[in-house]
Structure formats: structure tokens, C-alpha cells
């Protein structure tokens, strides 16, 4: 089956450790999006990217990374430089003509 | 961007239908309108996408006036399983930034 996975589902890092969030897909999508969601918020860009070995800031790019060197990968890398990383992430694709936009399941970032 | 605006939240009963509006004023003239439906720790979840008119599918119905500047969501006979957020998004597929809106809460009581 086609979709986006997202790994790991719960991840615990010490402060002021960098680490990488994985967002693969197998839809053959151009477009990849990371999104940020706080305990009972909505859903804030982080970063997105058009096509591959190319990437955007969203709204709250500061202290995260990106790198789009495969069509299926979009990994999102939080550094020690963002001073509230714990939250949920969510990563998603999107290509032009198909029917809206497709979901990993999330990873749970817990810096201790 | 099309910017979206809903209601923060909506409560309703267990077999009553529930219409959620979302209004998106600058909405483009390529940009299609998505509904999603979040739970808890899950990712959004695509209920339904429409550009004009009115789209049904085996969940819901969505309805977009002819100015295309909002859009009303429509949920027959709700259940408590479909307790949950609901997003309206604008957006083209073709990479462009997406913002999603702060979504509407639904809370369906038995």
C-alpha cells in the first residue's frame, strides 16, 4: 500500500541534542511537508519542499533543518537551537491533480 | 495565501447533522478546498475535496457557493466516533506553502 511513514512513533532526547526525524513516501509525490502541533493547537509549518534538492521556510523554521536529497525522503532535523522542541510532528505529501494531501502517522518528540 | 477561519468548536448529539463553515476570502483561482479530520496523536485524516459546488461522498458533503469564499462541511447522523477536529485547508497540491487554520473542535454527545 501506498503512504508516508514516519519513524520513529516516540523519541526522547536530552536538551541541547540535535535530532533527526525520518518521513519517507512511496506515492511518487513532488511536494513534502513538516508541521509542528503543540497539546491542543493546530498544525504549524515548519518547512516544505517542491521538488527535490529544494526546500522553503513555513511559518517556524527557526531551529530546524531540512534536506531533500530523494524524492521520497524529507527529513526534518530539530537542533539545539530550538528552545521548545517537545511536540507532536507531522509530515505530509501533496502532487498537483491528485485528491488532497496524505499524512504520516506523527512522531512525538520529548526533549528531557 | 488563503487563510482559513472556523469556529473554535461545535457540540452536537449522537444523529444530528452537523454543518461546519470555513471561510477562505483570497482563495485562488486554482486552489481546491480539503477537509480533514484529526484524532488525537494521529496525523489529519482526508475526508473530502471540492472546488465548486457541491461534492458527496460516502462520509460527508461539502458545499462551495459560487464566490468560492467559504465552505460548509456536512456530517449526516454524526456518531461519537466522529468526535475529533476538523481542518479546512486551501491549497493547489502543487507544493505551494500550506496553512492549515486552527480547526474546529467537535464534541458529540450521546
Known amino acids: 500500500d501506498g503512504g508516508i511513514t514516519q519513524s520513529p512513533k516516540y523519541l526522547f532526547r536530552k536538551e541541547g541534542q540535535n535530532v533527526t526525524l525520518s518521513c519517507e513516501q512511496n506515492?511518487?509525490?513532488?511536494?513534502m511537508y513538516w508541521y509542528r502541533q503543540d497539546p491542543g493547537q493546530g498544525l504549524r509549518l515548519i518547512y516544505y519542499s517542491q521538488i527535490v534538492n529544494d526546500f522553503q521556510k513555513g511559518d517556524i523554521a527557526e531551529g530546524y533543518s531540512v534536506s531533500r536529497e530523494k524524492k521520497e525522503s524529507f527529513p526534518l532535523t530539530v537542533t539545539s537551537a530550538q528552545k521548545n522542541p517537545t511536540a507532536f510532528y507531522l509530515c505530509?505529501?501533496?502532487?498537483?491533480?491528485?485528491?488532497?494531501?496524505?499524512f504520516g502517522s506523527g512522531t512525538r518528540l520529548t526533549v528531557v | 495565501l488563503a487563510k482559513t477561519t472556523q469556529p473554535i468548536s461545535m457540540d452536537s448529539y449522537e444523529g444530528q447533522e452537523v454543518n461546519i463553515t470555513c471561510s477562505h476570502n483570497n482563495i485562488a483561482t486554482n486552489d481546491y478546498i480539503t477537509w480533514y479530520q484529526q484524532f488525537p496523536s494521529q496525523g489529519p485524516r482526508f475526508i473530502i475535496q471540492g472546488y465548486k459546488t457541491k461534492v458527496t461522498n460516502e462520509v460527508a458533503s461539502l458545499f462551495i457557493p459560487a464566490d468560492r469564499k467559504s465552505s460548509t462541511l456536512s456530517l449526516p447522523r454524526v456518531s461519537l466516533s466522529d468526535t475529533a477536529v476538523y481542518y479546512c485547508l486551501v491549497g493547489n497540491n502543487a507544493g505551494n506553502m500550506l496553512t492549515f487554520g486552527g480547526g474546529t473542535r467537535l464534541m458529540v454527545k450521546p
Open positions: 505530509a505529501s501533496g502532487q498537483r491533480n491528485t485528491m488532497g494531501y496524505t
Open positions: 506515492l511518487n509525490h513532488d511536494a
